[in-house]
């Protein structure tokens, strides 16, 4: 009944940029914090981005000035634009949900930068 689905990944090379969307479904999304993860392979799925509900952001260090998330409560999406990418931020990239006290997972879409 909840779905996230993401899209927008894809092959990049390192300076470059990426946008990912997160559609969301069977939620309030208005009232909704919204996040990203990531996990590389071999590794724990990691904190990316968090976004509230009136668009308080909090990012991880490791993409602090490079990624920005941003919402459309119009569209029911959440946005991770990704810049000046680098090798270490190939992924599987997760969108979250936080609704009502809950946390929901999309099925990830991969980014890989190629140095």
């Known amino acids: 009944q909840v779905q996230l689905v993401e899209s927008g990944g894809g092959l990049v090379q390192a300076g470059g940029s990426l946008r990912l969307s997160c559609a969301a479904s069977?939620?309030?999304?208005?009232?909704?914090?919204m996040g990203w993860y990531r996990q590389a392979p071999g590794k724990e799925r990691e904190f990316v981005a968090r976004?509230?509900?009136?668009?308080?952001?909090n990012y991880a260090d490791s993409v602090k000035g490079r990624f920005t998330i941003s919402r459309d409560n119009t569209k029911n999406t959440v946005y991770l634009q990704m810049n000046s990418l680098k090798p270490e931020d190939t992924a599987v990239y997760y969108c979250?949900?936080?609704?009502?006290?809950?946390?929901?997972w999309g099925q990830g879409t991969q980014v890989t930068v190629s140095s």
């Open positions: 069977g939620i309030i999304f208005s009232d909704s914090p």
């Open positions: 976004i509230a509900v009136l668009s308080t952001t």
């Open positions: 979250r949900s936080y609704y009502n006290g809950r946390g929901y």
